[in-house]
């Protein structure tokens, strides 16, 4: 089984995907620590102090030696050198992953995370992954209109349950 490591940064037009940083802190608690945000991921709304373990960790999120492992990526607005937000991509098998993703609410409904998860797709192509997954909470629609421009169908088999009990729905697309 090869280990999974994205060729970062990654690039876009507006956005820079790159690996964690310590001095990311300040960033990422504009997001972490925001209910709106929080409202629908898997973990909960952080403080400064769970903030940043929560930054310890995807500092070591860099490659995906097996299942269960997660590549985690900074997202980067280039013309704010501001992390605006974050992406997930954890390993399910040799072929398949699971995509996560969140942005701080300024920049929402610019088409931004369409811009950040188009790019990690891409390079989740590129090591190989065949089919990528998503689970998203029940009303979380902008997720949902995420997913269906990227080109997800739903699959119509529910994932587990939300943090708070909520039903959630699972989304797949095919690569390559
Ligand atoms: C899910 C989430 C990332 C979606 O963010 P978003 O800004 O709506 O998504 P996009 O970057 O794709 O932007 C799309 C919106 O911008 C608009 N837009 C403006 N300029 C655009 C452009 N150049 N390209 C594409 N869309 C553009 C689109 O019309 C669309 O608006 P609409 O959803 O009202 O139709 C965001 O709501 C979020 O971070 N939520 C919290 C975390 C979360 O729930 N994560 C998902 C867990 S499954």
């Not at 037009?13 to 504009?30: S, T």
């Not at 985690?72 to 954890?90: C, D, W």
């Not at 811009?115 to 590129?126: F, I």
């Not at 994932?159 to 095919?174: E, I, M, N, V």
């Amino acid at each position: 089984m090869s280990d999974w490591v994205l060729d970062v940064p990654l690039g876009t037009e507006r956005l820079e995907l790159r690996e964690h940083r310590a001095g990311d802190l300040e960033d990422l608690l504009v997001f972490h620590g925001d209910p709106q945000v929080t409202r629908y991921t898997p973990w909960p709304v952080r403080d400064r102090q769970q903030t940043g373990a929560a930054l310890d960790k995807r500092l070591t999120l860099t490659h995906a030696a097996g299942p269960g492992q997660a590549i985690s990526l900074a997202v980067v607005e280039r013309a704010s050198s501001t992390v605006i937000g974050e992406v997930m991509l954890m390993r399910r098998s040799d072929s398949t992953a699971e995509l996560g993703y969140a942005i701080r609410t300024d920049r929402w409904g610019q088409g931004l995370a369409s811009e950040a998860v188009a790019a990690l797709l891409d390079g989740a192509a590129a090591l190989g992954v065949t089919e990528v997954r998503a689970v998203v909470v029940d009303g979380n629609d902008a997720s949902v209109r995420l997913l269906g421009r990227m080109g997800f169908t739903e699959l119509g088999v529910p994932g587990p349950p939300a943090k708070d009990g909520s039903p959630t729905r699972t989304f797949a697309l095919t690569l390559g």
